[in-house]
């Protein structure tokens, strides 16, 4: 399959029965360590929204959410999430989350539309998060700051896990690197965003990668994102553009980058109002989370999900996602998979 990479000479670190229990690990490690660093509190999520409220995410705006009749509320529909991106900012008013604080909440979706590859799969499993902030915090060095703490609860994840496992080595680098995407444009003109990201991660091996979303100065935005959670228009530095970005770390056994989280400051007033422009899609100004924020009653902040199957993937040396999550593959996949020692559960 075109889509498939297979390592020579695979080895599973861990058995499935040694992988399940390492699963639980990483997991309980990580969440309560991500807690404690950015302050937040675990809420429960939602699996589904209704259509309608802008309260789900549409991702880079062409992506179509599961969908179904609901028999008794007279056939309205809910969707089921492809994030929570908008509803978590909803929740940090409803529940009355002061400065400094936040929420994070196991989140659970599906994107029908994904290619499914070693990374991609229909089902996202993340933790969700979002922070109150100040508006003398939106800035780059505010985030610099927030993706710091998260890459710092990273490694010592990391670390945790190689004690237990110590045929597992450590191999993330001690700092994370930060570029924008206008310099990594500059830096490699010749490239396309895809190539672009893939040097600069093989050359730090963990980079945060600052403003997507935004057309750069060829006119092709990095990448897409939705025009209403993340900020990809406000003016930095230096006539650069973005208060948002990409956790991308080096994957040694699948030789690439490897995504790790997808996170930012998010719009207010004024940047939503320019990125509905931008994006041509000012009808959704009467949406229920739209018009709670153009009320400014919703607080500043920001908010990002880091993958966690993508983070038990990695730190587990596996070569494909449905290693550490049980998922819908091609019977295709499966069988070259197999025949190659990558064990789908």
Same mark, same amino acid.
């Given at each position: ?122 089902? +996202? ?27 710092? +609860? ?12 110590? #045929? ?9 690197? #930060? ?28 980079? #945060? ?57 998010? +719009? ?46 990695? #730190? ?30």
């Amino acid at each position: 399959m075109k889509n498939l990479l297979i390592p020579s000479d695979y080895r599973p670190t861990l058995d499935v029965k040694q992988t399940e229990k390492a699963i639980k690990l990483i997991k309980d490690f990580f969440e309560v360590s991500l807690a404690a660093e950015l302050r937040l509190s675990r809420v429960t999520a939602p699996l589904f929204v209704l259509h309608g409220t802008g309260i789900n995410d549409d991702l880079t705006g062409v992506e179509t959410p599961v969908s179904f009749p609901i028999a008794d509320m007279n056939g309205h529909t809910a969707e089921i999430v492809q994030s929570l991106a908008k509803w978590k900012r909803m929740m940090l008013a409803d529940y009355g989350i002061q400065h400094g604080y936040g929420l994070y909440t196991d989140m659970n979706a599906i994107r029908p539309c994904e290619q499914l590859d070693n990374l991609h799969s229909i089902y +996202v499993d993340q933790w969700d998060w979002e922070r109150v902030i100040s508006r003398g915090e939106r800035t780059i060095s505010f985030l610099q700051e927030v993706v710091r703490k998260i890459y710092a +609860v990273i490694k010592r994840a990391e670390f945790y896990l190689c004690d237990h496992y110590p #045929f597992i080595k450590p191999e993330l680098p001690d700092e994370i690197t #930060f570029i924008h995407s206008e310099d990594l444009q500059r830096k490699y003109p010749d490239l396309n965003p895809r190539q672009r990201e893939e040097e600069v991660v093989r050359q730090h091996r963990a980079v #945060f990668i600052i403003g997507i979303g935004a057309p750069l100065a060829d006119g092709i935005p990095h990448d897409g994102r939705a025009p209403d959670y993340d900020d990809w228009i406000s003016e930095t530095s230096n006539g650069f553009r973005g208060l948002n970005g990409d956790i991308i770390i080096w994957n040694n056994v699948l030789n690439c980058s490897y995504e790790l989280s997808s996170m930012g400051i998010r +719009v207010d007033r004024e940047a939503l109002l320019g990125q509905l422009e931008i994006t041509g899609t000012m009808e959704r100004k009467e949406l229920l989370f739209h018009r709670r924020l153009l009320n400014n009653e919703l607080p500043l902040s920001i908010g990002g999900g880091i993958g966690q199957s993508r983070l038990c993937m990695y #730190f587990l040396r596996k070569a494909h996602i449905g290693e550490v999550q049980v998922g819908v593959w091609p019977a295709e996949m499966i069988e070259m998979c197999r025949a190659n020692n990558i064990f789908l559960l």
